[in-house]
């Protein structure tokens, strides 16, 4: 099925109760909001129903509104963010008290606060919990092999906080942790995923849509929207969720975004990166305008 192309959500928001957004790639890239974010989701808000940030962010919810707040984004726009980190430090919870290696740089600490976790040398530990590469080798995935089949070679099950494999930081493409557990996945290592496209993020953000409604709402009537094919938008097709594909150079699809003119190359190349994936949208836009 081909995709409608869209230039304005309230195109078709009234087929919708509720709004799951991901953040990093559609809402901003890091640096600055995408113009006319504020507006749509506040204008769905205000028309539809509850608009919940779903985001891979490997970090506890509460301290994403404070980024938020820097990048100029009001809390009326949203009404509640559900993040991997959050489904991480469920995850978390059921391998203790086994004891724990740490894989990440040390501004994700926050991550574990509040959590009593036994962290032990990789020789020692019971499972892997992955928050991103190492502050010495920070867009090197290869650089951390030798460490990674350590752990399969241990048997040891790994907790990925980010299934993203890469992330738009102010038009610099970053690695992300995601890109760790395919190479762990790849050496026979076994993980599991907090966020997106896995099922945990989504059953707590549909919690939370019901919380907000004050009933159950049935997965058709709540749109996904996100700017990655692999976790975004396979992750809503996995889910029940109709979803919107946003294209802009905010997000992670250079392939798409090279300065085409022809408008039906364009969508040529967005229905193929759609198909490497086995992936499906009902509408696709630029970026997310009202």
């Known amino acids: 099925m081909r995709p409608r192309f869209i230039s304005s959500l309230a195109d078709l928001a009234g087929d919708y109760d509720a709004l799951l957004c991901d953040a990093w790639g559609v809402i901003h890239n890091g640096v600055q909001l995408t113009p006319g974010i504020a507006q749509a989701l506040t204008q769905f808000r205000d028309r539809r129903g509850p608009v919940v940030i779903l985001t891979n962010a490997p970090k506890p919810s509460d301290t994403i509104p404070p980024q938020l707040d820097r990048l100029g984004l009001a809390r009326g726009a949203y009404d509640a963010i559900v993040t991997s980190g959050d489904a991480t430090r469920d995850a978390i919870g059921e391998f203790l008290p086994k004891p724990a290696y740490r894989l990440g740089p040390d501004y994700d600490d926050v991550l574990y606060q509040g959590l009593d976790i036994n962290w032990a040398p990789l020789d020692e530990a019971s499972f892997i919990v992955c928050t991103g590469l190492l502050e010495a080798h920070p867009n090197d995935p290869e650089a951390h092999r030798p460490l990674l089949e ?18 738009n930081y102010g038009g610099r493409i970053l690695i992300c942790a995601g890109a760790l557990a395919e190479i762990y996945q790849s050496l026979g290592g076994a993980v599991t995923y907090g966020g997106k496209p896995h099922a945990r993020i989504y059953a707590s953000a549909m919690d939370r849509v019901s919380a907000l409604l004050g009933d159950a709402v049935e997965r058709r009537r709540v749109l996904a929207v996100g700017d990655s094919v692999a976790t975004d938008i396979a992750g809503a097709n996995a889910n029940g969720f109709d979803a919107v594909f946003i294209t ?11 300065g085409v003119d022809d408008r039906r190359v364009l969508e040529d ?9 086995d992936a499906r949208a009902v509408a696709v836009m630029e970026r997310l305008i009202w």
């Open 248 to 258: 802009g150079a905010g997000g992670v699809n250079d392939e798409i975004n090279n």
């Open 150 to 167: 350590a752990g399969a070679a241990r048997g040891l099950p790994m907790i990925c906080a980010n299934p993203d494999t890469v992330v």
């Open 269 to 277: 190349q967005i229905m193929a990166l759609l198909g490497e994936h």
